[in-house]
């Protein structure tokens, strides 16, 4: 199952809104290389690009599909391929560009990945003097969205082919942990953790969809297309008793995300 520009800016405004809150904490006035790493349909780098109209904005991607989308978006700015997976050493096997970037963005992408005492220091390297590495990561794993999801794959007849689909996403540290593996290599590191509360309309299905552009991609992939039918159901059913409609007619989304800005 490809990652779906489509499916992911069903919510865009939604989406996006984390990435703005993120950048205002960027200083302005960089001016160098910036990158947006898992830049997703571009959405996250058009406010990059936005805030920081002086430098040399690109971003990649693992996914063709949401490249192709980001450039169609953005024209003008450079997009490619690449993977930031990363191996036990923090070093990004497929994503060789050593830097110095002024700015580095992850947003929302970073949860994919294991072994985070690698990797931030890692991504903190490739900054130049005074730049910036800013990352959000949804923080959602233990919210009811997430542990019916864990809950359902345990409890069918998929559950074999459903066993590792839990472990696609990496369990975040708190943000006292984060600060301790960033600070001895950064002047600076601000973190914070908010909530969001999303208004959906849509009931219970809107939920679903949400989650089908991000944190049910795991579980959906290893099932064939029976067994999604039924797994959605399932799924669904158990949403709507725990997200009931409000008086509008729509549902809260709860969403817990973590933020930092470090600077070396």
């Not at 994919?112 to 990561?137: I, N, R, S």
Request: proline share 7%; glycine share 8%; charged share 20%.
């Amino acid at each position: 199952m490809t990652w779906s520009p489509q499916q992911y800016l069903a919510f865009e405004d939604e989406r996006t809104r984390p990435v703005r809150d993120l950048l205002a904490a960027v200083p302005d006035g960089y001016r160098g290389r910036v990158i947006d790493l898992g830049c997703g349909p571009g959405n996250s780098t058009e406010v990059l690009s936005a805030k920081l109209p002086a430098a040399r904005v690109s971003g990649i991607d693992s996914s063709a599909d949401m490249i192709q989308a980001a450039r169609k978006r953005l024209p003008s700015l450079e997009f490619s391929v690449a993977s930031i997976a990363a191996d036990g050493a923090g070093n990004i096997a497929a994503w060789q560009d050593p830097g110095p970037f002024d700015v580095i963005l992850a947003n929302a992408v970073l949860q994919w990945l294991p072994d985070h005492a690698a990797l931030f220091p890692a991504l903190l390297a490739k900054l130049a003097p005074g730049g910036a590495l800013a990352v959000q990561m949804p923080d959602n794993l233990d919210e009811p969205s997430h542990r019916l999801m864990r809950e359902i794959a345990m409890d069918g007849p998929w559950a074999a082919k459903l066993a590792g689909a839990a472990a696609a996403r990496t369990t975040l540290n708190d943000a006292a942990w984060y600060f301790d593996v960033m600070r001895p290599v950064a002047v600076r590191v601000d973190l914070w953790r908010t909530t969001y509360y999303h208004e959906l309309a849509g009931g219970a299905g809107a939920v679903v969809e949400w989650f089908k552009g991000s944190g049910l991609r795991p579980f959906l992939q290893a099932l064939d297309a029976g067994e999604q039918v039924v797994y959605l159901d399932r799924y669904t059913e158990a949403i709507s008793r725990v997200f009931p409609a409000r008086l509008s007619g729509s549902v809260l989304l709860p969403f817990p995300r973590l933020l930092m800005v470090a600077i070396r």
